[in-house]
């Protein structure tokens, strides 16, 4: 199938493609195997950005779908976009009735595939996939895919930007917030669709076969939900499972023998922290690893280094990954809450030279905190929680650091601007999901935003 046989995007309606105006060729990829036969049922469980994009895709292809949300009251809009796109939701509870007849299921990333193991065996067993794998099973174009524990987003937009610099057109999706599914829909064409894949995604998905794919870092992660770190690696390392000789795997020096010792096909290209580009406003040794991996992988579609360097160089932060929103008093704020993880709390640290003052807490996934205290005791002058999981960091760092904890961001906000001193940096980088607290990191960290705003309009008045 290939996105043109789709409806094509409403006037106005801006573009998922970017980059160049001409249209690519095709290079005819594999064909994989159909999603469904036409006029078969499909439950699509979970009606967030994927579970609807799904739904949508599968309704355009002649699936008779029902839409399944947990909540039992999703709110009018949501129930009249559904009717108007031509499919059933069904609130609440799932039940066994609602998969009675299902050819397919497929899984949102926010839910479990084991949470339906019953349900879906009272059904016959349906196959069970992903969005991004419904969506790989109706385009053609070559992908370019990243994974990793830390710095996904921010190397996929990379990698985008040196291909638009190159003349690419570019699809960039995934885990970053726009399903493929929309790009299937759109009747857009790219060179190129970058993908950023989050492990979730990665364990439903079995037809992906990337041209170049990247795995930047693989340290612990969503063990709340990952049985242990073998599932958590097996499910990121399963980015390289599909490749062929021709095809490139982009792995990390620290992790290229675990690579080789899993014996995929692909081409490998190690990468590290090289310095090879100027980073204008991107801080720290971790972006220039990202850059590095963005690079490689994007120089499998043409992208010269004088492209890469341009790109970079323009390149600015991304919201909520090491963002300053404010200062006060000669005090910096900056807000890195995609921070969810202690590895990314570690390069969080390592990209300041000012004394810190950090604000962490939040559902804790996992991970090393007792390894940071180096870091701390160099770095960091006080720590205020707040939120969940403060047994843990209390246990891996009082005696190393002043630490305070508080219910709430606000109370442990106000704390640290009473001890920060001029050239301080007021640092959230949680190293934590936010879902104690907030509805997503972007809520969290936008709350902070608002905090620092609200402050200086006080100092202002």
Not at 284 to 307: I, M, R
């Amino acid at each position: 199938m290939n996105p043109q046989s789709t409806k094509r995007r409403s006037p106005g309606e801006a573009p998922l493609v970017t980059g160049a105006t001409t249209s690519p060729e095709r290079e005819g990829a594999p064909a994989r195997e159909a999603p469904f036969a036409p006029g078969a049922t499909a439950v699509v469980v979970g009606a967030g950005l994927s579970g609807f994009a799904a739904a949508r895709l599968l309704a355009a292809r002649g699936a008779r779908v029902r839409l399944l949300e947990r909540d039992a009251n999703p709110g009018q809009e949501v129930l009249e976009r559904a009717r108007e796109a031509g499919f059933e939701l069904l609130p609440g509870e799932h039940t066994p009735e609602q998969f009675r007849g299902a050819a397919l299921i497929v899984v949102s990333p926010g839910v479990p595939p084991a949470a339906l193991d019953s349900l879906r065996a009272a059904a016959g067993n349906p196959p069970l996939i992903g969005e991004t794998e419904l969506a790989l099973r109706c385009v053609r174009e070559p992908v370019l895919a990243v994974t990793g524990t830390s710095g996904k987003t921010t190397t996929v937009s990379l990698a985008a930007a040196m291909l638009r610099e190159a003349g690419k057109k570019v699809f960039l999706g995934g885990n970053i917030g726009v399903p493929l599914s929309e790009y299937a829909l759109s009747g857009d064409t790219a060179d190129v669709l970058v993908l950023e894949l989050s492990s979730f995604q990665l364990q439903c998905m079995f037809s992906l076969r990337p041209r170049a794919a990247v795995l930047l870092n693989l340290t612990a992660n969503h063990l709340d939900r990952h049985a242990d770190m073998a599932e958590y690696s097996a499910a990121k390392f399963s980015i390289f499972a599909g490749q062929e000789k021709d095809d490139l795997a982009v792995v990390h020096e620290d992790t290229a023998e675990e690579y080789r010792r899993r014996g995929f096909k692909g081409r490998l290209k190690i990468f590290r922290a090289a310095g090879r580009f100027p980073m204008g406003r991107l801080a720290g040794a971790h972006n220039a690893a990202n850059a590095e991996a963005a690079y490689l992988a994007a120089a499998e579609f043409g992208v010269s280094e004088a492209d890469a360097a341009r790109a970079a160089a323009a390149f600015a932060p991304l919201p909520h990954r090491l963002e300053k929103v404010g200062e006060l008093d000669g005090v910096s704020y900056v807000n890195d809450s995609k921070s969810t993880t202690v590895d990314a709390l570690r390069a969080a640290l390592l990209s300041f030279d000012a004394p810190l003052l950090l604000l962490a807490g939040g559902r804790f996934k996992g991970g090393d905190l007792e390894s940071l205290r180096p870091l701390l005791s160099a770095k960091v002058k006080a720590v205020a929680l707040f939120g969940a999981s403060r047994e843990y960091f209390e246990k891996a760092w009082s005696e190393t650091v002043p630490l305070t904890w508080d219910p709430e961001l606000p109370a442990a906000l106000q704390r640290l601007r009473a001890a920060a001193r001029t050239g301080d940096v007021v640092l959230l980088s949680p190293a934590t999901a936010s879902y104690d607290l907030y509805g997503s990191y972007k809520e969290r960290g936008d709350h902070l935003r608002s905090l620092v705003a609200a402050a200086a309009g006080e100092e202002a008045q």
